[in-house]
């Protein structure tokens, strides 16, 4: 049988693009990765991709006219691979219409708070300053807006202390089991 196939888009690290593609080798996903999106070329991500052996397509949307412009080039490329699924992981940018009018209800990403608190970029510091005890991580549709659409899953942790690194490795490990639960129920069809 057909495998499903994914393509990850990340900006920045990958840590979560590793969780993903490491749990299709070892089969907790029943799925492939059949390549890697990163809008910021010289990123971490794409060492890990090489690593593991995901091609990887890295462009600078400044290189092009409009949102709308790389987006279609994108789908071009989506298209010609037959992905199935769209996992943002850490994917540092708006989707606009072109990806998501093809990709409807097959665009999910991670976020580091439990939405629909905390959205934007500065999510972990921001519950912080804000004295919050109970952290977490969500896993959502995309739609057009900010960190927006509906909540596939959700994890938490009660975290009293004041050590941000601390906190930040918790949610990370997290978000790296979440993401797994996630796809496997899109695969599924069981969201
Ligand atoms: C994660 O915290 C994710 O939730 C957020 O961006 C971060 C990406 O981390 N959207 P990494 O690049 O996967 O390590």
Redesign the pocket.
């Given at each position: 049988m057909r495998k499903t196939r994914l393509a990850v888009f990340?900006?920045?690290?990958?840590?979560?693009?590793e969780a993903i593609v490491s749990a299709c080798c070892d089969g907790r996903i029943d799925a492939e990765v059949v390549l890697l999106v990163c809008d910021k070329p010289g990123a971490k991500?794409l060492e890990r991709a090489k690593r593991y052996g995901t091609e990887s397509f890295a462009f600078n949307p400044k290189d092009y006219a409009s949102r709308e412009a790389y987006e279609t080039m994108l789908a071009t490329m989506l298209d010609e691979r037959r992905v199935d699924y769209i996992c943002?992981?850490?994917y540092m940018r708006i989707v606009g219409k072109v990806l998501l009018s093809r990709y409807e209800q097959r665009i999910v990403?991670?976020?580091?708070s439990l939405l629909p608190a905390f959205k934007g970029a500065h999510a972990i510091q921001d519950a912080v300053d804000y004295g919050v005890k109970i952290f977490g991580?969500t896993t959502h549709f995309v739609d057009e807006t900010l960190d927006g659409g509906r909540i596939i899953d959700q994890g938490a942790i009660v975290y009293e202390g004041n050590d941000i690194d601390e906190l930040t490795n918790l949610?990370?490990n997290i978000?790296h089991n979440l993401y797994v639960k996630t796809i496997n129920k899109l695969i599924n069809k069981k969201y």
């Open positions: 990340a900006s920045g690290s990958g840590s979560n693009y991500v943002l992981a850490g990403n991670i976020h580091p991580v949610i990370h978000e």
